[in-house]
């Protein structure tokens, strides 16, 4: 009798666990389930048949979250909104990514920000959130959240823990009074585009002292500053990890999708939502993501030695004011311990302040050559913003100002270029 081939999904060999460069060559896939293709195919399907009507009866009551999955068992594929085989093989390798028990693939990065939100928020509910955030980000929990009932309350990362709890009393107290509950404690470390931290140990501990009779809010964290490789949320006590996949993991600028991912018991909440919203991503952008999580690790490594070195040369020039680079933080600044303990290096975007204002900012970004200015990051080339005018637009002057984003603050995302190349071309930007 013939075996039935399964998805590759050992993690070990002999006593050795397998690295997770090594286990995006095949993981979660088998070449005998698809006529021996070494790579997995695109299943450019909307629909999948069902081998019987019983079989089709078992897969929506999993997928509708109808009763508990039996162990061992298999969701069959239903419907490319629910699952498809290239869906399913990037959330297994992103799950290796980010040492998960589930991940989730969905449309962008504010389609998993929002619809893991809109999971756990209720009208009447309060969350807690550190400051600054992505421009998308800052627009929902501000302007959209509060138009159904959901009130956000901020505090700075650089407020430190003394904000953090001040935030979380005062999210506790709106809530007791509008009857609803904490619902969620969000960050975004580094922040964006600031490079400021956040304690997730600390979320974690703020968590768990506002538990309630329905549980306690999940410590969700926004990790697309220093993405898989350089930072793992979950390790530090996260509860959720979300993902712009659009930078890092996709890595070439030809896609947009998203990711988050956790503990079966949280993920599979957002599972249910992610279905009947329809943010999932496509499963051409799955089989685009696959291609690129074969090469993260070397793209990344390269984008962080050539950032090194492009934030040593600006940090040195007369007509640079400061340079927001994790590793330049002093040893006594409170910043400092917490960067060694949660970050494995500072990635390859930061930001950097130009003697002047908004006009010696777009006159340097108006001079690059080689850098492309461009919103977004974690590309194979290197691109320049100004986050005052674009990505943090829609923020009011004031908080803008507040939150450290100046007239004169330009961003770079540093690709994997000759970083003495890139050099140059600042150099000639900067001028004399």
Known sequence: ????????????????????????????????????????????????????????????????????????????????RINNPNLE??????????????????????????????????????????????????????????????????????????GFREAAKAAAAQAAQSGGKVGVIYVETPANPTNGLVDI??????????????????VIVDNTFLGPIWQQPLKHGADICITSLTKYVGGHSDLIAGAASGDASWIGQVAVFRTILGTMTDPH???????????????????ELGARKVAAYLRDHPRVKSVWYLPFLPKDHPDRALFEKQCLTAGSTFSFEIVGGEKEAFDFLDKLQV?????????????ASHPAAMTHSDVPPEARLRLGITESLVRLSIGVENPDDLIADIEQALGQ
């Open 201 to 218: 140990a600390l979320a974690r501990e703020i968590s768990e002292t506002l538990k309630g009779p329905g549980g306690r809010p999940p």
């Open 285 to 303: 952008t799955a089989w685009l993501l696959l291609r690129s999580l074969e090469t993260l690790k070397v793209r990344m490594d390269a984008a």
């Open 371 to 383: 850098i492309k200015l461009a919103v977004s990051l974690g590309g194979t080339e290197t691109l």
């Open 1 to 80: 009798m013939t075996r039935t081939p399964k998805p590759y999904r050992s993690r070990r060999i002999g006593d050795r666990d397998l690295s997770p460069e090594t286990l995006m060559m095949g993981y979660g896939y088998s070449p005998h389930l698809s006529e021996g293709a070494l790579k997995p195919p695109l299943f450019q399907t909307s629909t999948f048949v069902f081998g019987s009507a019983e079989e089709g009866k078992a897969s929506f009551e999993l997928a509708y979250g109808l009763r508990e999955k039996k162990r061992d068992e298999e969701m069959h594929l239903i419907y490319s």
């Open 89 to 162: 093989v990037l959330e297994d390798r992103l799950a290796v990514w980010d040492a998960a028990e589930k991940a989730l693939a969905f449309a962008s990065g504010m389609a998993a920000i929002s619809t893991t939100l809109m999971t756990f928020l209720r009208p009447g509910d309060t969350f807690v959130f550190s400051e600054p955030v992505y421009g998308g980000t800052e627009f929902l929990v501000h302007t959209i959240l509060p138009q159904f009932g959901v009130k956000g309350v901020g505090f700075m990362a650089e407020a430190g823990a003394d």
